[in-house]
């Protein structure tokens, strides 16, 4: 599957079906083997997918009924990765990270910021709650510099709380964070 503007709105569809994360989806996809086959799936196909239901497959058709209007909001979204100089990337790119396509449930879209680069291999992701104590904010601060000191490349979604404290960590240490 090649990254390109039609692969990401696609994608970006099935995603915001309610109902649809990873796991379903890598099954639809195996089950149809290409985006296309399975946007043009009919009730009946998509019901014989493992986990579909009744309900799930009308919330799919529903969605690809209504493609025009989510492409016009996801060409605003890729106005605004770009604008941030933000690029993403899905899980059949060759960039995709490799220690990440092994994890249970692996992103379908990376959004990222920079470069991606061998050393990012040796990374650590540190998430938490928004609403962290102060301790819990020093720690996830120093735990993210120490890492940086040490090369090793912190993945943050950026939320508030144990998130942004730990970038800031490794962007102060001069380290060079994922987002």
């Known amino acids: 599957m090649k990254d390109n503007l039609e692969t990401f709105i696609k994608l970006r569809i099935l995603l915001d079906v309610d109902g649809i994360g990873?796991?379903?989806?890598f099954n639809l996809l195996s089950k149809f083997n290409s985006l296309d086959n399975l946007i043009n799936a009919n009730f009946n196909q998509l019901q014989m997918v493992d986990g579909i239901s009744q309900t799930l497959a009308n919330k799919i058709l529903k969605k690809f009924?209504?493609?025009k209007n989510f492409q016009n909001q996801i060409?605003?979204?890729?106005?605004?990765?770009e604008k941030n100089n933000c690029k993403w990337i899905s899980f059949w790119s060759n960039e995709y990270p490799s220690n990440l396509k092994n994890i249970f449930a692996p992103p379908i879209i990376?959004?990222?910021?920079?470069?991606?680069s061998e050393k990012d291999k040796l990374s650590i992701a540190i998430v938490g709650t928004r609403m962290p104590t102060n301790y819990g904010k020093k720690i996830a601060y120093d735990f993210s510099r120490n890492l940086s000191e040490q090369?090793?490349?912190v993945v943050s979604g950026l939320a508030?709380?144990?998130?942004s404290s730990a970038h800031?960590?490794?962007?102060?240490?001069n380290?060079?964070?994922?987002?």
């Open 22 to 25: 990873p796991g379903k989806l």
């Open 65 to 67: 009924d209504e493609f």
């Open 75 to 81: 060409e605003i979204e890729i106005t605004q990765l």
């Open 110 to 116: 990376l959004y990222y910021k920079g470069n991606l």
């Open 151 to 153: 090369d090793i490349t």
């Open 160 to 163: 508030r709380g144990i998130d």
């Open 168 to 173: 800031w960590g490794a962007v102060e240490n």
């Open 175 to 179: 380290g060079k964070p994922l987002q």
